[in-house]
């Protein structure tokens, strides 16, 4: 087998192998990510909810003034 060829193969093995690494770490950088966002989703829905079920309990019943019903 040709030497040079030989270490031209391996060469560009040891570069591909060392691009895997570096892709693997990215990935899973990528996918921690991704989960935090999904439950950050996931507590800035439930706050919107609570919030939402707040405001409409603090809000007054429409056509009462006064504890009395408006019966215009």
Same mark, same amino acid.
């Not at 030989?6 to 770490?25: G, H, I, K, S």
């Not at 706050?47 to 009462?64: N, T, V």
């Given at each position: 087998?040709?030497?040079? $060829?030989? #270490?031209?193969?391996?060469?560009? +093995? %040891? !570069? =591909? /192998? *060392? &691009?895997?690494?570096? $892709?693997? #770490?990215?990935?899973?950088?990528? +996918? %921690? !990510? =991704? /989960? *935090? &966002?999904?439950?950050?989703?996931?507590?800035?829905?439930?706050?919107?909810?609570?919030?939402?079920? *707040?405001?409409?309990?603090?809000?007054?019943?429409?056509?009462?003034?006064?504890?009395?019903?408006?019966?215009?």
């Amino acid at each position: 087998m040709d030497p040079e $060829l030989l #270490e031209r193969t391996t060469a560009r +093995r %040891a !570069e =591909r /192998d *060392e &691009l895997e690494e570096q $892709l693997t #770490e990215q990935l899973a950088e990528v +996918r %921690a !990510e =991704r /989960d *935090e &966002l999904a439950v950050a989703e996931r507590v800035l829905e439930r706050m919107s909810e609570q919030l939402a079920g *707040e405001r409409a309990s603090a809000a007054p019943a429409p056509g009462r003034v006064g504890g009395w019903a408006d019966e215009r």
